[in-house]
C-alpha cells in the first residue's frame, strides 16, 4: 500500500475539457512532485514543490498548471490537453529537498487518456 | 545537464539464473537511488546509497556505489518469478532526480 494517495486512477478527456488530478500525503513530507512516464519510459520531472512553493518547473506546458493547497495536497490542473499528453502521472513525496532529496515515495499515478 | 545511464535495456533470465543492471552518471553524484516497478504498478523505492564504494544488501539484493560516485549496480542472486519488473536508478542533481532509463527483466519459470 502507498501512502501518497492519487485520484482519480484513471481519467479520459477531450481536448477542450478541464480537470484535475489530485494528490494526497500524511507522512509531513515538504516536498512534493510530479512525473509524467510514457510507456516503457523511465519518469520525467514536471514539477517540484518545496514547503508549498514551486521549487522547479521543468519548461511544462502551461496547458498543465500545478497548484500546492497545503503541505499535504497537490493538485496538477489539466486544460487544453494534446494526445500526446496521454501517459501516467505520477504523484511523489520526499522527506528532503535540495541537494541531498532523499526517498521519493510514489502515488500510484494517475492514467490519463486525452482523446 | 545530468544524464543517467543503464544497461541492459532487458535481460530476460531462467529462475535461478543472476541479473545486474548497470548505472552511470554523466556528473558526480551525492547519493544514488534504486526504484522497482513492477508491471502495470508504480515506483517502489529500493535503497539509497551515499558513500563512495558503499556496498549493501537486501536479501539476495546486492547495491554498489562506485568510488568516483558516478556509478552504481544492483546484482539479483537466483532471480525468483517475484523481481520481474523494471528497475531504474535515479540521481538527484540541484533537487532533481534523474531517471536512468530503466532495466526491464523478465524470468522465465
Known amino acids: 500500500d502507498t501512502e501518497v494517495t492519487q485520484t482519480p486512477k484513471h481519467l479520459v478527456m477531450g481536448m477542450t475539457n478541464k480537470k484535475s488530478l489530485k494528490c494526497e500525503q500524511h507522512?509531513?513530507?515538504?516536498?512534493m512532485y510530479w512525473y509524467k512516464q510514457k510507456a516503457k519510459k523511465p519518469p520525467e520531472l514536471m514539477f517540484v514543490?518545496?514547503?508549498?512553493?514551486?521549487?522547479i518547473n521543468e519548461s511544462v506546458p502551461s496547458r498543465f498548471s500545478p497548484e500546492c493547497p497545503n503541505s499535504s495536497l497537490l493538485n496538477l490542473h489539466l486544460h487544453a490537453l494534446q494526445p500526446e499528453d496521454s501517459a501516467l502521472y505520477l504523484c511523489?513525496?520526499?522527506?528532503?529537498?535540495?541537494?541531498?532529496?532523499?526517498?521519493?515515495?510514489f502515488g500510484e499515478g494517475s492514467r490519463l487518456t486525452v482523446l | 545537464g545530468q544524464q543517467v545511464m543503464q544497461i541492459p535495456q532487458y535481460q530476460h533470465v531462467q529462475e535461478g539464473e543472476d541479473f545486474t543492471t548497470y548505472c552511470n552518471s554523466s556528473?558526480?553524484?551525492?547519493?544514488i537511488q534504486w526504484y522497482k516497478q513492477r508491471p502495470g504498478g508504480h515506483p517502489v523505492f529500493l535503497i539509497q546509497?551515499?558513500?563512495?564504494?558503499e556496498v549493501k544488501k537486501q536479501k539476495r539484493l546486492t547495491f554498489q556505489f562506485g568510488e568516483a560516485k558516478k556509478n552504481s549496480s544492483l546484482h539479483i542472486t537466483a532471480t525468483q518469478t517475484t523481481d520481474v519488473g523494471t528497475y531504474f536508478c535515479?540521481?538527484?542533481?540541484?533537487?532533481?532526480?534523474?531517471f536512468g532509463d530503466g532495466t526491464t527483466l523478465t524470468v522465465k519459470p
Open positions: 511523489a513525496s520526499s522527506q528532503l529537498w535540495g541537494i541531498n532529496t532523499g526517498e521519493l515515495f
Open positions: 507522512m509531513g513530507h515538504r516536498a
Open positions: 514543490y518545496s514547503y508549498e512553493k514551486l521549487s
Open positions: 556528473t558526480t553524484l551525492s547519493n
Open positions: 546509497l551515499v558513500k563512495s564504494g
Open positions: 535515479a540521481g538527484p542533481n540541484a533537487g532533481k532526480s534523474t
